[in-house]
């Protein structure tokens, strides 16, 4: 398996009051005009009918702050707990689309599926980027980039969760010309 992936927490659901959150590592970006992701679900997880009815959700990306939140979420089940309550996170509510974003998660993207594919174990929901919401601390007053090197990210490696590291290099640094 190709290793390591980010583990996300997807928001679906058609309101605050009518949403849950699930633990997906399968999830990545597949095009870059339209932006577009994909995410993969079991059929038999609780939120997976949520994101089918709606044909929306929300991916966010998770921190070291919220490995247990994220963990916790990824082993229950929504039929049988309110993740909002167990995992004390803080549901906000959507922009674009019905279901919430989660506060303490320093990107969130909401999407809109453009389609299904049967695979197996899993169901692919591919989807559209609709909107991204970013924790504006992280948002270079300089360049208005995105500072993803400061939101202490995780990742998710053969069952263990992992806080990424220092910045090696950006693209094309490989032949850049030196000064």
Known sequence: MLYPVPPVLITCGASIKKSNMLTV??????????????????????????????????????????????????????????????????????????????????????????QIIPLGTHDMFIAEV???????????????AFRLENANLMTYSHGAYYALGEKLGKFGFSVQKKK
Not at 130 to 144: F, R
Request: glycine share 8%; proline share 6%; charged share 25%.
């Open 130 to 144: 609709i909107n991204v919401l970013a924790d504006e601390s992280l948002i270079d007053p300089e360049t208005g």
């Open 25 to 114: 590592a399968w999830a990545g970006t597949i095009c870059s005009d339209p932006a577009m992701l994909s995410i993969s679900v079991r059929p038999e997880r609780f939120s997976y009918g949520m994101i089918k009815e709606t044909m929306e959700f929300t991916v966010n990306l998770t921190t070291a702050a919220m490995a247990r939140a994220t963990d916790w979420a990824g082993v229950r089940s929504g039929r049988d707990y309110n993740k909002w309550r167990e995992t004390g996170l803080t549901p906000v509510e959507g922009v674009k689309v019905g279901c919430p974003s989660i506060a303490e998660s320093p990107l969130s993207i909401e999407c809109r599926v453009r």
